[in-house]
């Protein structure tokens, strides 16, 4: 049977987009005969300048010119000099538009601009660029089919799929790559109260914990993390907290039904830090962990992002340097956690993937 051939478009070609390029190479195949798609670039942009052709683009072309720290935008015929993201919706036509340009939690643009224009046209959105969903979620959320069926609302699914079929918004990949923190939440969590999520959202202020407890200093820490591929574009967004307090503010729209912005989270990053810390915590058994945290008080959950010494049989403190995980308590299912495994950008590629698809499938579903 012939494929179903989405039509796809990419803002942002760095770690993240670049790995996402690199897997759909890799998988086209295996896309084609295990789920029956087959998704075609038509376009892509990076900062000053972007790609373009209706045929498709040649994703080994594009890799080739990435790992010769080439600008598309410079190849023959297809380059496109000069062009902004924006341009993206009209010259690439694409069914889904996927963002993957650095964070901005100010007023998340221009990319808030561009997703916005995106599902107001229809076209479905997934996101690996926290910025927009920790700076708009409400607003996303009406023009999406997070709207109706998520968080609070959810007594309005019945509705949502009868009555509506809305472009959809997908995000997972924005909290913490490949752990499932949102989808756990959300969909194996339905239907219980969580009374608290304990999570290690950063990768980064993981790692240079972990690396300081193991004598690195902390600049040689953090030069390795962005080495790596994990550190935002401004790694202060990391080592001050707000990357982790962004994903927690996902978290608590998304998941947890409580609309929040960045200022509702008491937030505390790693830079004054001490190996002395890390050791008086040592010293009581216990271990330093950064942890995102939401505790259910008088019918409203509190929001903190902080340093925290654990107890070493906590399932955070178990994680390895290259770990990050999530850890959800409920009045039914006594407690849910998972961890996944992240030392470079191609984790949070394949969740946007995996977005890709559920889309698609949810889809087949209306
Ligand atoms: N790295 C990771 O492990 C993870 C990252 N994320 C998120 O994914 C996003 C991308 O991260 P990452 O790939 O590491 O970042 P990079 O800095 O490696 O890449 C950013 C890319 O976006 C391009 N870009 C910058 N501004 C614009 C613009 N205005 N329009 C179009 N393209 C633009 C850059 O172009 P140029 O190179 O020309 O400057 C570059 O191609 C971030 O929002 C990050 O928070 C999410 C999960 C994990
Ligand atoms: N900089 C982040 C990666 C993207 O979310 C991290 O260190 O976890």
Redesign the pocket.
């Known amino acids: 049977m012939e494929p179903t051939v989405y039509r796809i478009a990419l ?9 996402l390029l690199s897997i759909l190479h890799q998988e086209s195949e295996s896309l084609q005969t295990r789920y029956g798609v087959k998704f075609k670039l038509t376009g892509v ?4 300048g ?1 790609a373009i052709n209706d045929e498709g683009l040649d994703l080994g072309l594009l890799l080739n010119t990435l790992s010769a720290k080439s ?1 598309v935008s410079t190849l023959p015929d297809i380059g496109r000099p000069g062009m ?2 924006s341009e993206l919706l009209a010259l690439a036509k694409p069914d889904f538009l996927l ?5 901005n939690l100010k007023d998340a643009e ?2 808030l601009s561009n997703i916005r224009a995106a599902l107001n046209a229809s076209v479905h959105v997934v996101l ?4 927009p969903a920790a700076v708009a979620f409400n607003e996303l959320a009406e023009i999406s089919d997070m709207g109706k069926g998520w968080g609070k609302n959810f007594g309005d699914l019945a509705e949502a799929i009868h009555t509506e079929i809305r472009p959809k918004l997908r995000f997972s ?2 909290v ?2 490949s752990l499932p923190a949102i989808n756990l939440g959300w969909r194996d969590l339905a239907g219980c109260q969580i009374t608290r999520l304990e999570a290690v959202f950063n ?1 980064t202020t993981q790692y240079i914990i972990r690396a300081m407890e193991d004598g690195q200093s902390y600049d040689s820490a953090l030069a390795d993390a962005q080495r790596r ?5 401004d790694p202060s ?1 990391d080592v001050d907290g707000w ?1 982790a307090a962004a994903k927690l503010v996902i978290a608590a729209n998304s998941v947890l039904g409580q609309s929040t912005q960045l200022s509702d989270v008491d937030r505390q990053g790693i830079r004054d830090l001490t190996l002395k810390d890390l050791q008086e915590a040592s010293n009581n058994g216990l271990r330093m962990v950064p942890v995102a945290t939401a505790v259910l008080v008088d019918g409203a959950y509190q929001l903190s992002v902080r340093p925290t010494p654990l107890p070493l049989d906590h399932p955070l403190s178990r994680l390895t340097p290259d770990e990050m995980g999530v850890v959800y308590y409920s009045r039914d299912v006594d407690r849910l956690s998972a961890a996944s495994s ?1 030392p ?2 191609e ?2 590629a394949a ?1 946007m993937l995996r977005d890709m698809l559920d889309i698609i499938r949810s889809q087949s579903i209306h």
């Open positions: 803002a942002g070609l760095g770690n993240v987009g670049g790995s942009a990076e900062l000053g972007g600008k902004q993201a963002e993957a340009t650095p964070v221009p990319s690996a660029n926290k910025g990949a924005c913490a790559g990768g591929g994990i550190a935002e574009t967004l990357d992240e470079g950008p984790p949070a969740a």
